[in-house]
């Protein structure tokens, strides 16, 4: 698999998200930048579902920044559009994680393609230094894996 490839894996988690005014710029677009924001919200939403929420990730001690991110337009998505966030957890060592996107419009009767994506994540102390997911963590997400 290129390093670039978004493939969703399953189980796919799915959220969904209405553009407020404030996503779009002047041609009345939501702006490029907020599409992280939309995965943003798909990790977190996946995360407190299916494993912890990232606040009880902080009471353990680390932090997940993003480390890399990867992000490829297809069609835009205007005010007051109903999205649909796709994520799935697609890599899981002991210090990182890997997750991909897609980010679609809820027409009357498909979805339409807006956005995919992906990032990776880093396990760090309070410090900033790499460290090992707690274990609790790291079980969590290995379950999500399953038998990938």
Not at 12 to 25: A, E, L
Not at 60 to 82: H, I, M, N, W
Not at 141 to 146: H, K, N, R, S
Request: contains cysteine; aromatic residues 10%; glycine residues 6%.
């Amino acid at each position: 698999m290129s390093k670039l490839a978004v493939n969703l894996e399953e189980p796919i988690f799915t959220t969904t998200y209405r553009v407020i005014y404030g996503d779009t710029d002047a041609a009345g677009v939501v702006y490029n930048a907020n599409y992280l924001r939309y995965f943003e919200i798909g990790r977190t939403e996946m995360m407190r579902a299916w494993a912890l929420p990232y606040r009880a990730i902080e009471e353990l001690g680390c932090v997940l920044p993003v480390t890399e991110s990867y992000l490829r337009f297809k069609a835009p998505a205007a005010y007051d559009d109903l999205l649909t966030i796709a994520t799935s957890l697609v890599e899981a060592g002991k210090v990182s994680c890997r997750l991909h996107y897609a980010v679609s419009r809820q027409d009357s009767d498909r979805l339409t393609l807006l956005a995919k994506g992906f990032t990776v994540h880093a396990c760090v102390n309070r410090q900033g230094k790499l460290t090992p997911f707690p274990p609790v963590v790291l079980e969590k997400l290995t379950a999500m894996l399953g038998n990938r």
